[in-house]
């Protein structure tokens, strides 16, 4: 099972990476980090804290995070963290907090003192920007996670 979710995982990566964006503009890097959280078999939520870097180097953004997932969710979680590209539809009027809203997309993780995953999400303002990871993400813990990941970004206070 462990081996099937980190194959899945890898897929996901390798999908996102060669997939082009022909409709897309690249914007910068984001980067998530959770404490973790527990996996109640059909669902869990981790908060998060993200960093956008635009990649024309002008300010980024600081946004408070939520995600959930809803599929196979057994275990626990420590430190989790996620790193994706950013890519907006061509002609998406970008502002501050631009990233803010919510996405969805699927995502697969597995750990045993360490792990990793990888979750492909499109959504924000008007369904105009797509997440795509641009490594397999890094997670302590014991954990085997398949499903449908919901994301919800806002501006951090």
């Known amino acids: 099972m462990i081996k099937q979710i980190l194959v899945t995982a890898a897929a996901l990566a390798a999908l996102s990476a060669a997939a082009p964006a022909q409709n897309y503009v690249a914007l910068g890097r984001l980067t998530c980090g959770s404490e973790g959280g527990m996996g109640l078999i059909i669902t869990s939520t981790k908060n998060l804290m993200c960093t956008f870097k ?83 993400q890094v997670q302590e813990g014991l954990n085997i996670a398949l499903g449908i990941d919901h994301l919800v970004l806002a501006p951090a206070s």
């Open 54 to 136: 635009p990649a024309d180097g002008s300010p980024g953004a600081v946004y408070a995070g939520r995600i959930t997932k809803i599929g196979i969710d057994i275990g626990s979680t420590g430190k989790t963290v996620m790193i994706w590209d950013v890519l907006a539809k061509t002609g998406t009027p970008f502002t501050e907090y631009a990233l803010a809203g919510e996405y969805a997309g699927v995502g697969a993780d597995a750990s045993f003192a360490v792990g990793g995953g990888a979750k492909v999400i499109a959504g924000g303002t008007n369904r105009a920007f797509m997440l795509q990871p641009i490594n397999v």
